[in-house]
């Protein structure tokens, strides 16, 4: 498959240009992932629905566009694959749930709005936890998804699913949710790029909601330049989202573009000291200060910084976040969506009960348990109200981070891939996050790219976050930092995953 070959493992930004020059059609690069993704899915099982039809339609629409020579998008043409925990129009809708089965919603979620806006073909929908809750991507009801680095190894999660395709090149872009990490874990664990944009920055209207004061949407990629491509597509104001913000234009591109020169003098970058220790792998914390140390050869002022309360994110996370998740569950109940069980000499309440018995996974319905807990009149105080208060003295402690520094890193998470149903505990699959949660209890941007690979070949996660708004300034470090570990690694990090349409891979 050497043609496909070629194309597939192309970057965003080179598949533009190459239809740029003429070089290229957008129905080739869909006809190369489409063969892609009929040799890899089957081992990655990367994707729950496929709309490949729709796409072929977009990209001659496309091609035929740039013929008679009309100005375009530039991403028009580069296919994306959108993670099933954001609503398509008229393309199947589930959660990866049993809840929403055979679900075809009747509107786009804006961020789906814009792809199509931009002429972006729509591969397919891909897979995740239930709801976005877990770490691995084995809480989808319908199937696990494999890291394409390992098939023995879960890719993350929840967003495992767009994670894996743009890792094993049935994509070159995808879009994913970020409610504790969802993003930055999954892209950690297959040696891409995944970015939480601030709260606000894009707008969640037609993201599923899991925990809305957290939750935001965000571009996966193979590269900072192609995640920041997407991030320019996809944020800016909507006035459907009243948490949406306002004048605030997306200029990513420019800013990675910017970091691929190299130069980061000026620019201080704090270490979270707390994120290390216990937990944290030999190799993860090896490859974190390799990375670091680049940094510091670019120009950075790069200092460690004691954060006291970081780790404490977790424990807000693990109340607050089911607290909401037990309210935004409460939609599904057999009379709007999907899914209804009807007992016999069924009530309301009685269907309702078999409805959610059968159309929630263990995961789904231990959240709603605690955060029903949470909630109640005898502990709302003592743990719903305390963790409000702890998660506004963590937002404060970054405030005054910020104050002298510009950037805060640390690793993406704690270690690299670990392997399919070797994590049985959830309190300790819940430790992943113990590095991504922080930035979404502040609603910070948050970036984690690959910076280099453990002893088992297996990639490493670094992390990078901003001051609220100040996403693009996450990507140029981002970016600087690539184009450093690429150097050092004769050639990125992305290019050394295995090609999995090999037989024997
Ligand atoms: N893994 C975390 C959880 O299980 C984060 C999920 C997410 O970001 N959607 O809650």
């Given amino acids: 498959m050497s043609g496909a070959e070629e194309i597939v493992t192309l970057t965003a930004s080179q598949m533009v240009k190459a239809m740029q020059k003429g070089d290229l059609s957008s129905r080739q690069i869909v006809e190369a992932e489409l063969e892609t993704a009929k040799a890899v899915d089957p081992k990655t099982q990367s994707y729950l629905a496929t709309c490949f039809n729709s796409a072929f339609m977009v990209a001659d629409a496309v091609d035929q566009a740039r013929a008679l020579g009309q100005q375009l998008p530039d991403l028009a043409g580069v296919p994306i694959a959108i993670k099933d925990m954001i609503v398509t129009k008229g393309v199947e809708t589930t959660a990866a749930s049993k809840i929403l089965k055979g679900w075809v919603p009747p509107y786009d979620a804006t961020a789906v709005g814009k792809v199509k806006e931009n002429g972006m073909p729509i591969l397919a929908k891909t897979n995740l936890d239930e709801f976005a809750q877990g ?147 030999k190799d993860v914390m090896d490859g974190f200060l390799r990375g670091a140390n680049l940094l510091s050869s670019m120009g950075a002022k790069v200092e460690e910084k004691s954060f006291p309360h970081f780790l404490h994110g977790i424990q807000i996370y693990y109340v607050l976040m089911p607290a909401e998740v037990s309210s935004n569950m409460s939609r599904y109940d057999g009379m709007r969506y999907g899914l209804r069980v009807m007992p016999p000499d069924a009530t309301a309440s009685s269907m309702m009960a078999a409805t959610r018995e059968e159309g929630f996974g263990p995961e789904v319905k231990r959240r709603i348990m605690l955060g029903t807990y949470v909630l109640s009149s005898s502990q709302y105080e003592k743990m719903y109200a305390a963790a409000q208060k702890v998660r506004t003295v963590l937002i404060e402690d970054f405030k005054k981070a910020f104050q002298s520094f510009d950037v805060l890193i640390c690793p993406t998470s704690p270690t690299t891939a670990f392997k399919a149903g070797e994590v049985e505990d959830p309190v300790t699959m819940y430790k992943n996050d113990i590095a991504t949660i922080p930035a979404n209890l502040a609603g910070l941007p948050a970036i984690s790219l690959p910076v280099g690979l453990d002893d088992l070949g297996l990639p490493i996660g670094f992390q990078i976050m901003a001051d609220r708004k100040k996403d693009e300034l996450a990507f140029k470090v981002a970016s600087a930092l690539e184009e450093a570990v690429s150097r050092e690694n004769d050639g990125p990090i992305w290019n050394k995953v295995p090609r999995l349409w090999k037989s024997g891979e």
């Fill in 135 to 281: 770490s691995s991507t084995e809480n989808s009801a319908f199937h696990p998804t494999f890291n394409p680095w390992d098939l023995e190894r879960v890719p993350g999660g929840s967003g495992g699913g767009s994670a894996a395709a743009v890792s094993s090149f049935e994509s070159p872009l995808a879009l994913g949710t970020d409610t504790g990490g969802s993003i930055r874990q999954p892209a950690s664990f297959t040696g891409s790029v995944g970015m939480k944009p601030t709260y606000g920055r894009v707008s969640r209207f037609g993201a599923i909601s899991m925990a809305s004061s957290l939750d935001q949407i965000g571009p996966c990629a193979r590269t900072v330049e192609d995640a920041a491509m997407l991030f320019d597509a996809i944020a800016g104001y909507d006035p459907k989202d009243s948490t949406s913000i306002p004048g605030c234009e997306p200029a990513a591109l420019k800013a990675a573009l910017e970091g691929k020169r190299g130069d980061l003098s000026g620019i201080r970058v704090g270490i979270i000291s707390e994120a290390s220790g216990e937990g944290f792998s």
